[in-house]
């Protein structure tokens, strides 16, 4: 199976093989080169709904973005300004949406799951924009295509995504597409924020290309890719697991200090937004090596390949 449109939704990269990767990869990248058409009606006549529980900036701009570059009709629905304000809960709000026959319905909610149940109710296709703290396969797979233009290819290349991995659903998905790609991936966390087992994610073909690290100087010795995480201090809790952010930022923060292990070529990524001094210093947010901003062009270009391949002739 080459085609994710045959799966029908874009749940989560644990779902799709190397080859639906490479086939999403493929025609992202088509989009993002230089001269690719920025209008195109590729989608004119469909409709696609934007539903986010939780705030967004970059994945909901990015696909109303893509979604109207390919001709698509586009309906941003903010919960704070809908009826699940007056108590409607998610599936009926789902539900009634569903019954204006959209195509689509990008969706983004705090609990786990959510997509893969309005998968199950509904006929439209469902798109994860971030469920909780389980996938959010459309970051995956722009931070893919940003590491493939900057090293080529994925073969061997060693990855270190570092910082709060507790809850975050952007390391889950980059674990499970950088290793099917054949990444290894070096998880780099302090104990109080490294889920367990959370390597198991990156065992591919019976072969583990994932390893738990806590230390900067042994998750960043030659990494060719840097991804720093946010501190999602929404989901931490009553019980912190962070007692001091200087101390944090001291040994898991990205600083020029920390880069010096990798290797000299290595690019620094974030999913974003970042929290300036904490997960990296400012110098290395905006310096020659950070491809944070890229990141966020090559979104657009993605979400157009996941709506293409979701919603196009050929699907
Ligand atoms: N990376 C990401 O999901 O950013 P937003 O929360 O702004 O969409």
Redesign the pocket.
Known sequence: MSNPSRLGHLLGIESLSREQIQSLLSLGTSYAAPGAPQRQTTLAGKTIITLFFE??????TSFEIAARRLGADVISIATTASSTAKGETMMDTALNLEAMAPDAIVVRHSKSGTAHLLSRHLQCAIINA?DGQHE?PS?ALLDAATIAAHKGSFEGLQVAIVGYLQHSR?ARSNVMCLTKLGCHVRLCAPHSLMPAGMDELGVVDGQRRASLHYTLQDALTDADVVMALRVQTERLGDTPRIADAAAYAAQYGISARAMAFAKPDAIIMH???VNRGVELTADIADSSRSVILEQVSMGVAMRMAILHQLLGAAA
């Open positions: 705030n967004s900036t970059r994945t909901r971030g959010h970051q952007v999913p974003g937004p």
